[in-house]
Structure formats: structure tokens, C-alpha cells
């Protein structure tokens, strides 16, 4: 059996022992974002030079996810430093339904999904109705839904009513119906 040892001595730079790692800086990523992102970072050895710099994954990002990216250094005396940082492109707009349900009869009307109608059993009615407004985002998660009713219950009745809603996703994307 051979085995071979390797020792690696501590570095002498101006009189100095280099025991210390790298110094990383990476820049922040504004988390969750709608917009590419191209890491960016510093690497510094305040006695020798770094040998090598490793990155477990990509520097630039385009496409909607969920990302993590590993980096290492290393300086000429294997002194190492690790960081990570994680953020999330979202870059779809947020899903937003409505329903109007009739509150007597406890029955869901019709539903606008997808610039489709869906479910229509009777669009008139004198009974008080209840519009309800559903927002989902699998990434970025809904941070707000705005609706121009006054309030979610409409008992007046004989008056058509129009109604917009909004949902913006904590990225920024908005949708509307």
C-alpha cells in the first residue's frame, strides 16, 4: 500500500501567515424579481491571491424559478470560502378568477376564468349576490387584490353592475378581469 501525504504550509506574504479564507461580497438580488438577474460578486485575500473561484450553477438567469447558486474560493494555500445566495424570478402575471354566488339560494352563478364564462345558470337576479375574487401565484405569491366595488355583498337591485379587480404578485406583475 502507497499513500501519498500532502502537506500544505501556511503562506508568508510580507511577514505574514495566510490562515485566513477569501472574503466574499456577493451583491444582493431583490427577491422575488420579474427581472433577469446576472450575479455579481467580489473576491478578496488580503495576503495572497485567489487560485480559483468555483460557482455550483449559473451567473445569469432569465427564465421564471426558484434559484440557489453555490460559489467557492479558494486562495494558493487552500484557505476556502463558501456562500450561497437564493431568489425567485417570477416573471407570469398571477391567476385571477371571479364568482358571484347568490346568497339565498347559496348557489355559485357563473364563474370568469380566463376571459371565459363558466357555470352560467342566470346572470339577473334580485337576490343579494357576493363576488368573490381568488388571485394564486406559484412563485412570487399574491401580495394584493383590489377591487373597485364598495363592498363585496351587492344587495341593490335593477342597477347592472360592472366591476374590475386587480392582483399583483409580490414581483410586480399584475392582472386584471
Not at 500500500?1 to 503562506?11: E, Q
Not at 467580489?42 to 449559473?58: K, S
Not at 376564468?113 to 381568488?134: G, L, M, R
Request: charged residues 20%; hydrophobic residues 35%.
Amino acid at each position: 500500500m502507497h499513500t501519498l501525504n500532502k502537506s500544505v504550509f501556511p503562506a508568508r506574504c510580507n511577514n505574514k501567515v495566510d490562515t485566513e479564507p477569501p472574503v466574499f461580497n456577493i451583491y444582493p438580488v431583490t427577491s422575488p424579481t420579474k427581472e433577469d438577474v446576472v450575479l455579481n460578486y467580489d473576491v478578496l485575500d488580503n495576503i495572497t491571491a485567489v487560485e480559483r473561484i468555483i460557482i455550483l450553477g449559473q451567473t445569469h438567469f432569465s427564465s421564471d424559478g426558484d434559484y440557489s447558486v453555490g460559489l467557492i474560493a479558494m486562495d494558493r494555500y487552500g484557505n476556502q470560502q463558501s456562500r450561497s445566495i437564493k431568489f425567485v424570478i417570477d416573471k407570469t402575471s398571477p391567476l385571477l378568477r371571479f364568482n358571484i354566488k347568490n346568497i339565498k339560494l347559496k348557489t355559485e352563478d357563473f364563474i370568469y376564468t380566463d376571459n371565459v364564462w363558466q357555470n352560467i345558470n342566470s346572470v339577473w337576479t334580485s337576490e343579494p349576490v357576493v363576488v368573490n375574487y381568488i388571485a394564486n401565484d406559484t412563485l412570487a405569491g399574491i401580495d394584493l387584490i383590489k377591487s373597485d366595488l364598495d363592498t363585496d355583498i351587492i344587495n341593490t337591485e335593477g342597477i347592472g353592475y360592472q366591476a374590475q379587480a386587480l392582483a399583483y404578485d409580490s414581483a410586480g406583475n399584475t392582472s386584471a378581469v
